[in-house]
T-cell receptor
Framework: GEDVEQSLFLSVREGDSSVINCTYT??????LYWYKQEPGAGLQLLTY?????DMKQDQRLTVLLNKKDKHLSLRIADTQTGDSAIYFC???????????FGTGTKLQVIP | DGGITQSPKYLFRKEGQNVTLSCEQN?????MYWYRQDPGQGLRLIYY???????QKGDIAEGYSVSREKKESFPLTVTSAQKNPTAFYLC?????????????FGNGTRLTVT
């Protein structure tokens, strides 16, 4: 099946930018999503990008897609303590016709 | 406000007992899903349903059962056959199962089996 990899942990200082990375194996994925999970809660959809786009910006969030390298990233500008959470990338479609989630990256924001 | 309600938030059971987790949505979504989350492993799909009275196994269906008698409800039963049932369970729904229909999640049920 599809493999979706993320680094497990990222620590940044408040006010800095955070970049969370995701690599995947199925190049035919059509929609790529970013979700945020706060402790003890479900996943909240943050943003998504369609596979024919290279970049999408939504306020403090910037999503970059490099299809050649099968690499997706989420940049959070001016990171705040409220951004501390686990971030999941998720890919829809391609040969598997289902959503595959990455392992999640825990973002710690240091005041 | 529309959303997905999972209950209870915490559930404790003895080994060998079946337990049913509730999931209700008022988003008028056709598709519903159950995921299991374990630390460091992301989310794994247990079962999904695209329409009432129909459901399919996901990647880790063994030891679980579901029903979809109403559009709004998709309960998950964790049976005594599930070898390692302690986990965080997430229910989700989407308008359809099309690629541009993102998943919406409930707040999860944490099941502990001793």
């Amino acid at each position: 099946g599809e493999d979706v990899e993320q680094s497990l942990f990222l620590s940044v200082r408040e006010g800095d930018s955070s970049v969370i990375n995701c690599t995947y194996t199925d190049s035919s994925s059509t929609y790529l999503y970013w979700y945020k999970q706060e402790p003890g809660a479900g996943l909240q959809l943050l943003t998504y990008i369609f596979s024919n786009m290279d970049m999408k910006q939504d306020q403090r969030l910037t999503v970059l897609l490099n299809k050649k390298d099968k690499h997706l990233s989420l940049r959070i500008a001016d990171t705040q303590t409220g951004d501390s959470a686990i971030y999941f990338c998720a890919l829809w479609g391609g040969g598997y016709q289902k959503v595959t989630f990455g392992t999640g990256t825990k973002l710690q924001v240091i005041p | 406000d529309g959303g997905i309600t999972q209950s209870p938030k915490y559930l404790f059971r003895k080994e060998g007992q079946n337990v049913t987790l509730s999931c209700e949505q008022n988003l008028n979504h056709d598709a519903m899903y159950w995921y299991r989350q374990d630390p460091g492993q992301g989310l794994r799909l247990i079962y999904y349903s695209q329409i009432v009275n129909d459901f399919q196994k996901g990647d880790i269906a063994e030891g679980y059962s579901v029903s979809r008698e109403k559009k709004e409800s998709f309960p998950l039963t964790v049976t005594s056959a599930q070898k390692n049932p302690t986990a965080f369970y997430l229910c989700a729904s989407s308008k359809t199962r099309a690629t541009n229909s993102p998943l919406h999640f409930g707040n999860g049920t944490r099941l502990t089996v001793t």
